[in-house]
C-alpha cells in the first residue's frame, strides 16, 4: 500500500481585514503611508488601495516582493494576513 501526501492548493490571501493588518505591519517597518509602501514594493498605488479595500487579493509574486524589500519570512506574513479577527 502507498501512501499519498495531499497538496493542498495555493489559497491566496484575499481576507480584507487581514490584509490591512499585514499592509499596516509594512508600515511600521519604514514607509510612512501607502504610496510609499507601494514604490518600495515596485508596484502601482492603486494595487495598495485595492488590497486595502477586498478587492484584489495579495498574490504570490507580491508576498514573495514583501519577504524580500522587508525581510520578513513568508511563513509570517501568511500568518499576519490570515489572523483571525477577535469577535
Not at 481585514?17 to 508596484?43: F, I, S, Y
Not at 504570490?60 to 469577535?87: G, P, Q, Y
Request: glycine share 4%.
Amino acid at each position: 500500500m502507498t501512501q499519498t501526501t495531499a497538496i493542498t492548493p495555493y489559497r491566496s490571501l484575499d481576507n480584507a481585514a487581514g490584509n490591512n493588518d499585514l499592509l499596516d505591519t509594512l508600515l511600521a517597518k519604514g514607509p510612512k503611508n501607502d504610496a510609499a509602501l507601494a514604490r518600495a514594493l515596485e508596484v502601482a498605488p492603486p494595487v495598495i488601495s485595492k488590497i486595502r479595500h477586498g478587492r484584489l487579493p495579495i498574490g504570490a509574486s507580491l508576498l514573495i516582493r514583501m519577504h524580500e524589500v522587508f525581510d520578513v519570512s513568508i511563513r509570517e506574513l501568511k500568518r499576519i494576513a490570515r489572523a483571525e479577527v477577535a469577535a
